[in-house]
């Protein structure tokens, strides 16, 4: 059994890999062709309807989909109560977005919003219909057709929004992406996976899950409002120009620590709900999942910082130049974010969601202070508050991890030691690169890439540093079936 999981978890490790590198990856030269068409402008009015949508995507869940990945015993009549719960919740979310939309318009002073804010609203219709599918996936660990779905509706949408913007549609193009992606996912979901809704609901089987999903759900609204706090904050007190850029630096720096972050926490939260009962293998569990995110996340965010400049210069041209610093700022701020979602994996698999509520209303409460000190000296002494925070949070989410499984702040910090050593080592060789006689800045940005990869690859792998080790485990123990079926055929 003890082999059986750490089979499926590796290979769940990998899928999970290729997923968000596969989604992320086309989703990214997407957006760089897109910011080429389109005006910073254009992007800054999607970033206005963020926070809203977002809060609606977090009502649809109810937080009902964690609590059926930490049930252990959760029967066909809570899969389909959620599912249709789920559409009523999506629709319901839906029609207030619609009947909001003049009130958003007029809080931005944009009225183009308000058809913008309709059309987007049918994201969570559609959403709502693939959820399930999705939670069951991630459930059982298979993150292989989750591949599949996300790359393939990620590259069809983007195909649909490229269009659109070189025959003139502008912000309309962004729009039409996001709606296409979301329906194509859910389409595939349907197509890749056999689950079916039976006509089965039962409110005492909600009910029974409410208790954890509540305060999830609870976390989640908190979470995703204030995730785009500074989105509303700078689009009310600054102009769309300046949205629109610290919006794409957001993007950039975000969607890369998310994408690693979720490659790991994706497959840990099902994996620690089916040993929540046996704190040593959790711990032990716990230490590895986060030296591996350490091991991935602090080299990049490090290497994102130094080349944003040649990065935004060579991919989105100069019009973007401003969104350098921000993105320089936002790439130290994102250094942790993916330590912070796997201390809150543990108080899920534990059923803690109380516990887990309470910590989100601590960091929204030093978020708000944060905004209300730093906003009168602009957008980058905003991001320096982000940073502060981010540290700060990170003492928070570690205190009920060393209460529940033993695992203390100082033992964390001597595990995370290392690879922020080696990451750093690697990051002055970057910097130093900068004055190797280069013909183009293109021929730079590429040699600066290899060389800081080459040097923290050899320099893990010479110091056996443990998640050096178990990637190239994970990589090895997933690959060889496959090489092995070639080598036969």
């Not at 926070?51 to 029967?75: E, M, P, R, W, Y």
């Not at 559409?87 to 979310?93: A, E």
């Not at 800045?441 to 178990?470: H, K, N, W």
Request: charged fraction near 15%; hydrophobic fraction near 55%.
């Amino acid at each position: 059994m003890v082999a059986s999981l750490r089979s499926e978890t590796l290979r769940g490790v990998f899928y999970s890999l290729c997923e968000r590198v596969g989604e992320q990856g086309a989703y990214f030269i997407i957006s760089i062709v897109l910011a080429r068409l389109l005006a910073p402008e254009q992007f800054g009015l999607i970033a206005m309807l963020a926070v809203f949508i977002q809060v609606a995507k977090s009502f649809l869940d109810s937080g009902f989909g964690a609590a059926l990945i930490q049930k252990k015993n959760a029967t066909p009549v809570d899969e389909c109560s959620i599912f249709y719960f789920n559409i009523l919740v999506g629709f319901f979310c839906a029609g207030l977005l619609c009947i909001s939309a003049p009130w958003i318009a007029a809080f931005y002073g944009r009225p183009l919003l308000i058809p913008l804010t309709r059309v987007l609203s049918l994201v969570l219709i559609i959403n709502a219909f693939g959820l399930v599918q999705t939670t069951l996936l991630t459930k059982h660990i298979d993150f292989k057709t989750q591949f599949r779905v996300s790359v393939a509706a990620t590259v069809l949408s983007g195909a649909v929004g490229i269009i659109m913007a070189l025959r003139g549609f502008g912000v309309w193009s962004l729009a039409a992406q996001t709606v296409t992606r979301s329906f194509l996912r859910t389409l595939l979901l349907w197509l890749f996976h056999d689950w079916r809704p039976k006509l089965l609901f039962s409110f005492r089987a909600l009910g029974e899950m409410f208790g954890f999903g509540s305060r999830l759900l609870a976390s989640a609204l908190l979470n995703r409002a204030f995730e785009n706090i500074y989105l509303v904050v700078i689009g009310r007190l600054f102009s769309a120009a300046d949205l629109g850029l610290y919006g794409v630096a957001k993007r950039i720096a975000h969607q890369t620590t998310l994408s690693i972050t979720n490659v790991v926490t994706r497959v840990t939260f099902p994996v620690f709900s089916k040993i929540q009962d046996d704190d040593e293998r959790l711990r032990r569990g716990m230490r590895k999942a986060l030296a591996l995110l350490a091991f991935v996340n602090f080299p990049v965010m490090i290497g994102l910082a130094l080349v944003s400049k040649p990065l935004i210069y060579l991919l989105l041209t100069e019009k973007w130049a401003a969104a350098v610093p921000w993105l320089q700022l936002l790439c130290v701020a994102g250094i942790l974010y993916p330590l912070h979602s796997l201390h809150l994996n543990i108080l899920k698999a534990k059923g803690r969601s109380d516990l887990f509520f309470r910590l989100e209303v601590v960091k929204k409460v030093l978020i708000i202070t944060s905004i209300a000190i730093t906003y009168r000296w602009g957008i980058t002494a905003m991001i320096y508050g982000q940073i502060c925070i981010s540290v700060l949070c990170y003492y928070v989410n570690s205190y009920y991890t060393a209460r529940l499984i033993d695992y203390r702040l100082k033992q964390q910090l001597l595990d995370l030691a290392p690879y922020l050593v080696v990451s750093i080592f690697m990051g002055c060789g970057v910097y130093l690169a900068q004055w190797i006689p280069c013909t183009s800045e293109m021929v730079l940005f590429v040699i600066q890439i290899l060389l800081g990869a080459s040097l923290y690859g050899v320099l893990t792998y010479v110091l056996r540093l443990p998640a050096c080790i178990d990637a190239v485990s994970i990589v090895g123990n997933t690959l060889r079936p496959h090489m092995l079926c070639c080598a036969r055929s």
